[in-house]
């Protein structure tokens, strides 16, 4: 019987989670990703009127990759030019279903994504692809148009970053809650020291507004400067933290603190910030405060 055009739509919307899943992890941004995946089903749609494709995941998952590192080394120069420290877009989800958690528990922490950040394109296709999905080498080095050997030398070069310059991660949601608790606490006692001793000495704060609201232009760096910072958001003048609507979410199956309010001209305060954890301090503090990068759950 002939294929119809529901056909291949069908085969494609069943690979569609994973497409994502990989390109959302490529491109650190879910509206790129999601446009990656669009284009891979373009390139699907027009290739699968001529012939059979025998591995359908593993075709499109070279498609997508191949789409995602393009994007990768366009995306770096419009990051040069984007206003203030960069943080990737977060999916925010009530933290009160433990079915919602069993389901969210393949995301990827926003720790990892900022830490691929720093890889090279190729790098990050090449950890990406063979670390996170299991594809061998041998196709990694297709998407890249390079050789098997040079595949590896990319994976090996970006995990060889990652562990040298990552932000540590390793403590379990209940783990999170309790220093993230501990670490509101001690910011809203306005003791530099209390808030010092629940961060790591090398622990790192960034802030990303997007030019929708000023955020600290570089990266604060250190337990005391953070600690500084921080009493000094929560001192601000500008606006009553007490006033804050402030309540525990999940970001991207990690604990994280959704917070709404007001500023005093009327605008709308949107902020999602993210604590790493390890070994029982924090090791980073991420401040999503650009509300195109924030997508909310319906719940919410």
């Not at 877009?89 to 990892?112: F, K, N, T, Y």
């Not at 900022?114 to 999905?133: K, S």
């Not at 250190?222 to 933290?241: C, K, L, M, P, Y």
């Not at 999602?272 to 301090?281: I, N, S």
Request: net charge negative.
């Amino acid at each position: 019987m002939p294929s119809t055009v529901e056909e291949p739509a069908a085969q494609f919307e069943a690979e569609r989670p994973h497409l994502l899943a990989v390109a959302y992890r490529m491109l650190g941004s879910r509206a790129e990703a999601e446009d990656a995946v669009q284009e891979a089903w373009l390139r699907y749609a027009k290739v699968r009127t001529g012939g059979e494709i025998h591995d359908l995941r593993g075709w499109l998952t070279t498609v997508t990759g191949r789409i995602c590192l393009d994007v990768l080394k366009s995306a770096r120069v419009r990051r040069e030019a984007y206003p203030g420290q960069w943080l990737p877009s977060i999916l925010v989800d009530p933290d009160e279903d433990p079915a919602r958690r069993v389901e969210m528990s393949d995301q990827v922490g926003l720790a990892l994504l900022v830490v691929l950040e720093r890889l090279t394109p190729e790098q990050r296709v090449a950890v990406v692809l063979h670390d996170a999905f299991g594809m061998p080498f041998a196709d990694v080095a297709t998407v890249l148009n390079t050789t098997e050997n040079a595949a590896r030398q990319h994976a090996s070069r970006g995990r060889r970053a990652i562990a040298e310059g990552g932000v540590r991660h390793n403590a379990d949601l209940a783990e999170q809650r309790r220093v993230l608790t501990a670490f509101l606490a001690a910011a809203g006692s306005g003791d530099v020291q209390a808030l010092a001793a629940v961060l790591a000495p090398d622990v790192v704060t960034i802030g990303d507004g997007g030019g929708h609201v000023p955020t600290a232009p570089r990266i604060v760096e250190g337990a005391e400067r953070v600690a500084r910072f921080w009493i000094g958001i929560f001192s601000a003048r500008q606006i009553d933290v007490r006033s804050l609507d402030m309540r525990p979410v999940l970001v991207n199956g990690e604990v994280g603190l959704l917070v709404r309010g007001t500023w005093p001209d009327g605008r709308p305060v949107l902020a999602v910030v993210v604590a790493a954890v390890a070994d029982g301090v924090i090791t980073g503090i991420f401040n999503q405060m650009n509300p195109d990068k924030i997508l909310l759950s319906d719940r919410l």
